[in-house]
C-alpha cells in the first residue's frame, strides 16, 4: 500500500468537495436552464457563490419542485446567506 502524506491527503479531500460542488452546480445549471430557458440563466453567476456540496445538494432539490422563478430566486438567496 502506498504511503500518502497528511498534505495529499488534506489536498485529495478538497479536490473531491470542489468536484462534487462543480458537479452540482453543472446540474443546477442544466435544470434551471431545462426548467426557465434563457430567465433561468440569470441566475448562474450566483451560483458561483455557493461552494459546500451540501448547500448545493439542497438547492437542487428545492429547484426541483420550484414552478416559479421568484421561488428559485428564494432558493438561492437562501443558499447564499447560509
Same mark, same amino acid.
Given at each position: 500500500? !502506498?504511503?500518502?502524506? #497528511?498534505?495529499?491527503?488534506?489536498?485529495? +479531500? $478538497? %479536490?473531491?468537495?470542489?468536484?462534487?460542488?462543480?458537479?452540482?452546480?453543472?446540474?443546477?445549471?442544466? !435544470? =434551471?436552464?431545462?426548467?426557465? %430557458? /434563457?430567465?433561468?440563466?440569470?441566475?448562474?453567476? &450566483? &451560483?458561483?457563490?455557493? /461552494?459546500?456540496?451540501? !448547500?448545493?445538494? /439542497? &438547492?437542487?432539490?428545492? $429547484?426541483?419542485? +420550484? !414552478? #416559479? =422563478?421568484?421561488? /428559485?430566486?428564494?432558493?438561492?438567496?437562501?443558499?447564499?446567506? +447560509?
Amino acid at each position: 500500500m !502506498t504511503y500518502i502524506t #497528511t498534505a495529499e491527503r488534506i489536498g485529495r +479531500s $478538497i %479536490g473531491l468537495t470542489e468536484g462534487r460542488a462543480e458537479g452540482l452546480r453543472e446540474a443546477i445549471a442544466m !435544470t =434551471l436552464i431545462a426548467y426557465f %430557458g /434563457v430567465e433561468g440563466e440569470t441566475f448562474l453567476p &450566483l &451560483l458561483q457563490q455557493i /461552494v459546500e456540496p451540501d !448547500t448545493l445538494r /439542497v &438547492l437542487l432539490n428545492r $429547484i426541483l419542485v +420550484s !414552478t #416559479t =422563478l421568484d421561488e /428559485v430566486r428564494d432558493a438561492i438567496d437562501e443558499a447564499t446567506r +447560509s
